[in-house]
Nanobody, 124 residues
C-alpha cells in the first residue's frame, strides 16, 4: 500500500502562486508515475499534470501549460506542483495520485493510490 498526503493549498488572489506538495509513504516503489488531478464543485475530476519516476517525462493539461510546473524529489518521496498566475477557474480540490504505470496517463482510473485532497481557492 501507498499513502499520499497533500499539503500547500489555501486561499489566494488571482495572479498569485502556490506550491502543492504530496508526500508518499509505504510501498513507494509503486509510485513510478505520480500525478495531480483536480475537482471543482459539480464537475468531474480532471487531469492537471503527471511526472515519471526520473522526472524526465511530464505532461500537462492545456489549461495549465505555461503556468504550472511539476517536479519530484525521490529522496523525499515527494512530488510538487508549482502553480503560478493562478486564475479563479483553478479553484478546486487538488488530489495527488500515484501508480505503477509504464507511461504517463491522464485517466484517473489508471492510478492506484490517491491522497485526500487539498483545497485551492483563487479569488478574483
Amino acid at each position: 500500500q501507498v499513502q499520499l498526503v497533500e499539503s500547500g493549498g489555501g486561499l489566494v488572489q488571482a495572479g498569485d502562486s502556490l506550491r502543492l506538495s504530496c508526500a508518499a509513504s509505504g510501498r513507494t516503489f509503486s509510485t513510478n508515475v505520480m500525478a495531480w488531478f483536480r475537482q471543482a464543485p459539480g464537475k468531474e475530476r480532471e487531469f492537471v499534470t503527471a511526472i515519471s519516476w526520473s522526472g524526465g517525462a511530464t505532461a500537462y493539461a492545456d489549461s495549465v501549460k505555461g503556468r504550472f510546473t511539476v517536479s519530484r524529489d525521490n529522496t523525499k518521496d515527494t512530488v510538487y506542483v508549482q502553480m503560478n498566475s493562478l486564475k479563479p477557474e483553478d479553484t478546486a480540490v487538488y488530489y495527488c495520485a500515484a501508480g505503477p504505470l509504464i507511461s504517463l496517463s491522464k485517466f484517473p482510473g489508471e492510478y492506484h493510490y490517491w491522497g485526500q485532497g487539498t483545497q485551492v481557492t483563487v479569488s478574483s
